[in-house]
């Protein structure tokens, strides 16, 4: 007799160990099938160690300015194994932190691959070719995703590498070329010119970090041009040739750039491989991702799927609301599913990037008149403290037929600590709330989040500061 449970999960990310956890606590007996380590890539070679890095990029930019502060620090020096042990550290207290969790709810965790059968049964084979079949009431799936490879960069963990081995090369290089300059890529590019290396990024597109505002965009060239990042947009990686120290890139119109690291960040591919067995109707797309309708439903009866390996934003916080999403309608309560076109964006580099709903420019092709308001953290008290004064707040609010702004459509942030000052306006765009309702809100001062309150007020045709 296979153990039966209320629910089984394949994939221990933060879309599977987030609905076990959620449907957990709402009292189900659930299963948890993880190959690899729990926390999957966000806690593992994902969002937590590439942050982890950045901060250590952020104190060598405080440790520069530090006699600035009448602070002197001499001598200044990176001792990579250091900052990699402290990544590691952190990564382990996370991922123990998960396998406690679960264990405090008592689900039921299986090391090894899931691949689901008939009958919403799941065979779980062991690193050590041991076998169990496990079934539950539902399934959900929740397998991840891998990093795209480029056919001739394919990763060698030493001179080319993926986000995978990123966290653990095994020095500071001299030079780096960092191929796509979407989220990952602008990360490690604003890692590694912290750090000291001359970076150079290849963009496919016409301009690096393509989903976000332009206003936003320009702002991050503008300080990674600062920090001596080069960047080449519109350019088609060709190949590379290694040499004694490195390797030289071809790309573009015949031009090629030598450098001792390539760092290929070129987007995520959904990972389904052993998923699926004989007996079931889940269906996967030309693309590779599992295919689900607008609530995360297979196929196949019973069986969801959620996270990196469905066709939806491959962010963390994206798999949670999803997971949180599945659960709920397993428990039969009607919930909505995610709006992704409100949900919030976070990007750790230098300088950070957060927003959410629309840019101007969807909100202007959506059909909307716009009222638009940018304010620059130059003036702001707390930033000009922090000496961190690069940056604006952009409000894209609806523009009402007498002229006045009225519901908050999109908030745009580029600055320092952006990506902890979105909530308030995360919370305004999904409330649907208007300029004015949201103007009559304090902001603590001095605090960075004032240039938000001053952005809204100034919509209501008056202003303080701004
Ligand atoms: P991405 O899709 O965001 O960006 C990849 C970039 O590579 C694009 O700009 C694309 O035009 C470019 N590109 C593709 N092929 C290319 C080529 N042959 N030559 C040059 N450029 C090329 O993917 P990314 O940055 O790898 O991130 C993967 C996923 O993880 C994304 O969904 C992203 O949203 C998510 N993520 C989010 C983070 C955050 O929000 N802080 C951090 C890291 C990842």
């Known amino acids: 007799m296979s153990e039966h449970f209320d629910l089984v999960v394949i994939g221990g990310g933060p879309a599977g160990y987030g609905s076990a956890l959620y449907a957990a606590s709402a009292g189900l007996n659930v299963a948890l099938v993880e190959r690899g380590k729990l926390g999957g890539t966000c806690l593992n070679v994902g969002c937590i160690p590439a942050k982890e890095l950045l901060e250590t990029a952020t104190v060598v930019r405080t440790v520069k300015r530090a006699g600035e502060y009448g602070v002197i620090v001499e001598p200044k020096k990176v001792d990579w194994e250091i900052t990699l042990q402290r990544k590691r550290d952190v990564v382990a207290k996370l991922v123990g932190g998960v396998g406690q969790l679960l264990k405090g709810r008592k689900v039921t965790v299986y090391d090894g691959t899931g691949t689901l059968g008939a009958n919403r049964q799941v065979t779980v084979v062991g690193a050590d070719g041991e076998q169990v079949t496990i079934s539950g009431d539902v399934v959900v799936l929740a397998s991840g995703s891998v990093p795209r490879i480029i056919p001739g960069f394919e990763p060698d963990g030493n001179v080319v590498v993926s986000s995978d081995e990123f966290f653990e090369i095994p020095h500071v290089p001299q030079n780096a070329v960092v191929i796509g300059g979407g989220a990952i890529g602008c990360e490690f590019?604003?890692?590694?010119?912290?750090?000291?290396?001359?970076?150079?990024?290849?963009?496919?597109?016409?301009?690096?970090?393509?989903?976000?505002?332009?206003?936003?965009?320009?702002?991050?060239?503008?300080?990674?041009?600062?920090?001596?990042?080069?960047?080449?947009?519109?350019?088609?990686?060709?190949?590379?040739?290694?040499?004694?120290?490195?390797?030289?890139?071809?790309?573009?119109?015949?031009?090629?750039?030598?450098?001792?690291?390539?760092?290929?960040?070129?987007?995520?591919?959904?990972?389904?491989?052993?998923?699926?067995?004989?007996?079931?109707?889940?269906?996967?797309?030309?693309?590779?991702?599992?295919?689900?309708?607008?609530?995360?439903?297979?196929?196949?009866?019973?069986?969801?799927?959620?996270?990196?390996s469905i066709d939806t934003a491959q962010l963390a916080h994206v798999a949670f609301a999803e997971g949180i999403c599945v659960v709920k309608e397993i428990l039969g309560e009607n919930p909505s599913p995610v709006d992704y076109s409100r949900i919030p964006w976070a990007i750790y580099c230098d300088p950070e990037v957060a927003f959410a709903g629309l840019s101007e420019e969807a909100a202007t092709e959506a059909g909307y008149d716009v009222a638009i308001s940018k304010h620059r953290f130059t003036g702001n008290s707390r930033a000009m403290i922090l000496d961190d004064t690069a940056g604006m707040v952009k409000i894209v609010a609806e523009k009402r037929a007498d002229g006045t702004a009225g519901q908050i459509l999109g908030v745009h942030m580029v600055g320092p600590w952006v990506t902890e000052q979105l909530s308030g306006a995360y919370l305004a765009v999904n409330w649907e709330a208007t300029v004015d309702e949201v103007a009559e809100f304090i902001q603590p001062h001095p605090t960075l989040t004032e240039l938000f309150g001053e952005s809204v007020l100034a919509l209501t045709g008056r202003s303080l500061h701004g």
């Not at 965009?217 to 600062?226: G, N």
């Not at 080069?230 to 390797?247: C, E, K, L, N």
């Not at 797309?285 to 196929?299: H, I, L, N, P, W």
Request: proline letters at 3%; hydrophobic letters at 35%; charged letters at 20%.
């Open 189 to 308: 590019a604003s890692t590694l010119a912290d750090l000291g290396s001359r970076v150079t990024i290849l963009e496919a597109l016409p301009k690096i970090l393509p989903g976000c505002d332009p206003d936003i965009t320009r702002e991050v060239q503008r300080s990674f041009k600062k920090k001596g990042i080069d960047i080449h947009t519109g350019q088609q990686v060709h190949g590379h040739t290694r040499s004694a120290t490195g390797t030289t890139v071809s790309f573009g119109d015949g031009e090629s750039i030598d450098t001792n690291l390539v760092v290929v960040s070129v987007g995520r591919a959904p990972y389904t491989e052993n998923l699926l067995g004989s007996g079931n109707a889940v269906a996967v797309s030309d693309g590779g991702f599992v295919e689900v309708d607008e609530m995360y439903r297979t196929a196949e009866d019973s069986v969801w799927a959620i996270g990196d």
